[in-house]
């Protein structure tokens, strides 16, 4: 696939999706804490946490003030929730000491917090920041292999692949319209290839 049509499909998509993400949060911390929360767990699940949760404790100090049984309280509904509880907590530890009590805005700082992998780094560092970053999670990694944005195997490769053949303004939007079209039409079984939006475009479809 080329660039050009590569941009077809993301304007095509822009008339579809919302370029926005499905997260709650009302400052780079606690959407932090909302990616941290989602891994294997629905955004809406996550989303009546945090209500809770942020009313309780939204800074890292606040956060710090909650021991690990009432975090884990907290944040059980959304599973894995032990692990989740100590990386929160390890990342708040993190941003008192190292910085300030401020979320980074910068991906290798990002990186280095308790929990915080490529794509929770690629994700506050796009939507919080404006930076210009692709997390790819599941959807995104099926969506453009089967699209024909890219062909690869790893998830690191998935997001070179798209920042190659992406424009660099594209890359956070063109994320959550994946995602969209991921969690929409382009599900992991059946496919609704009938009606997705970018069925004319899609290697996938073409090649039936
Ligand atoms: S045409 Fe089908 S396979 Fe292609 S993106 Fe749409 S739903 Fe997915």
Do not use: W
């Given at each position: 696939m080329d660039k050009n049509k590569a941009g077809l499909i993301v304007e095509k998509l822009s008339t579809v999706f919302t370029d926005k993400p499905a997260l709650n949060f009302n400052s780079p911390f606690e959407?932090?804490?909302a990616v941290i929360l989602s891994a294997q767990c629905t955004d809406e699940r996550v989303n009546k946490v945090t209500k809770v949760l942020f009313e309780r404790a939204n800074t890292p100090e606040q956060m710090l003030s909650l021991s690990q049984n009432e975090l884990e309280e907290y944040i059980f509904s959304c599973g894995l929730y032990k692990s989740k509880a100590k990386h929160i907590l390890s990342a708040c530890a993190d941003l008192t000491?190292?910085?300030?009590?401020?979320?980074?805005?910068?991906?290798?700082?990002?990186?280095?917090?308790?929990?915080?992998?490529?794509?929770?780094?690629?994700?506050v560092y796009s939507v919080a920041f404006g930076g210009n970053a692709i997390a790819v999670d599941t959807h995104v990694f099926r969506v453009s292999n089967r699209i024909g944005?890219?062909?690869?195997?790893?998830?690191?490769?998935?997001?070179?692949?798209?920042?190659?053949?992406l424009n660099e303004s594209d890359w956070s939007?063109?994320?959550?319209?994946?995602?969209?079209?991921?969690?929409?039409?382009?599900?992991?079984?059946?496919?609704d290839c009938e009606n997705c939006p970018i069925t004319e475009y899609c290697k996938k479809r073409i090649k039936r």
């Open positions: 959407l932090l804490i000491e190292k910085f300030n009590g401020q979320v980074p805005n910068d991906v290798e700082s990002l990186r280095t917090l308790a929990g915080v992998g490529r794509k929770t780094a690629n994700v944005l890219v062909s690869a195997t790893n998830v690191l490769n998935v997001e070179k692949g798209l920042m190659k053949i939007r063109a994320h959550h319209y994946l995602i969209y079209l991921g969690r929409s039409y382009c599900k992991a079984i059946k496919p």
